[in-house]
């Protein structure tokens, strides 16, 4: 047991600080490419991060046959993901995190509430949804879903960027003239691949510990492997705080909970035993909606933009974010099947 800890505390310390690398580099890739911080945090970010998901969703589907798992770990990983916003607004300052952030963000939370009511709905409707093969109808419409989120938020930066562009070029100094586009995106991408290898071995050392325990598939999936893929999420997003792109972070959290949705899309495909969602429990749904009102807290912090912070250095969307994230684990822990 001991052995499996100091393995999985040896995955996430080289996931730590990738991480700070991931964020420097795809800081340096976003000001030099002009695709924008928001973009990139949606994009490249979110799909590294969120990588680990996918690998340990079809090897749950395919090889351990475990679908409960492999939902369970998107759903809670979806929650984690916002929870991280709580932490980030700790360590941002004497202004709440949503204060001075984009209106972009509202665009990809909107979408994430749209996605992640899809795949609920599918759960709790099972069986009744209609199956192309064994690939349930709903995949191809999250898949269509995802694309038209991703083109919208480019478009959307593209124009606001082209409406105020002398005030761009005038506010914003280069930081990172000492390095090339091209080097960036060497050093991006060493990073990203160390941090999918030591991410994609985490799911496996959570399960191994989780086993121990006893818990049920659901909340195993949930809590154990759904906390241990979104260690990325945690370790960029904070990385990209420190290094002062706090927009890429929020926009890298929104972004890896759309690709999370995503991912479900792909594991109904390698899924070969009927729809994925129509295989898996109920508790699941819970989840989903409980991701859904965390996403509809950040659309109202967002519209409201409070200008102070309540008690610890938190405001009162991200106190509502740790509250919620303490009430899905005792709802699933009290919903759990064995």
């Keep these: 047991m001991l052995i499996i800890w100091g393995e999985f505390i040896l995955c996430s310390a080289v996931i730590v600080l990738c991480g700070y690398f991931l964020s420097l580099y795809g800081d340096m890739i976003a000001e030099k490419s002009g695709l924008g911080r928001a973009w990139i945090g949606l994009i490249l970010m979110a799909g590294v991060t969120s990588l680990p998901e996918l690998i340990s969703g079809i090897s749950a ?86 694309i038209m989120a991703i083109r919208s938020v480019y478009y959307y930066e593209k124009r606001m960027l082209a409406e105020h562009i002398t005030e761009v070029v005038n506010a914003v ?38 086993i121990e325990t006893g818990l049920g598939g659901s909340f195993v999936g949930t809590v154990f492997i759904g906390l241990t893929t979104s260690l990325p999420e945690l370790a960029v997003s904070m990385a990209a705080l420190k290094i002062g792109a706090a927009e890429m972070a929020i926009a890298n959290l929104f972004g890896s909970n759309l690709f999370n949705i995503a991912i479900i899309a792909v594991e109904d495909v390698f899924y070969t035993k009927g729809s994925l ?44 974010f740790v509250l919620a994230y303490i009430i899905s684990i005792i709802l699933l822990y009290n919903l759990r099947t064995p």
């Excluded at 090889?63 to 369970?72: E, K, N």
């Excluded at 090339?180 to 290898?197: D, E, P, Q, R, T």
């Design 61 to 146: 589907v395919t090889i351990a046959g475990v679908p409960d798992i492999a939902v369970g770990g998107i759903t809670g990983s979806c929650i984690f993901n916002l929870s991280i916003i709580a932490l980030m607004d700790f360590f941002h300052g004497r202004d709440p995190i949503f204060s001075r952030a984009a209106t972009v963000h509202m665009l990809s939370a909107g979408f994430g509430v749209l996605l992640i009511g899809i795949a609920s709905m599918a759960i709790i409707a099972g069986p009744a949804i209609p199956e192309i093969y064994h690939v349930g109808l709903y995949s191809p419409i999250i898949i269509f879903v995802y």
């Design 173 to 210: 100094e280069p930081q990172y003239d000492h390095m090339s586009l091209g080097k960036a995106i060497l050093i991006y991408v060493i990073n990203a691949s160390i941090i999918v290898i030591a991410a994609t071995i985490l799911p496996f050392l959570g399960d191994k510990i989780a």
């Design 277 to 320: 969602l129509g295989a898996v429990s109920s508790e699941h749904a819970v989840m989903g909606f409980i991701a859904i009102m965390m996403t509809g807290i950040a659309i109202v912090a967002l519209t409201y933009r409070s200008r102070k912070k309540l008690f610890l250095r938190l405001s009162w969307d991200a106190i509502a």
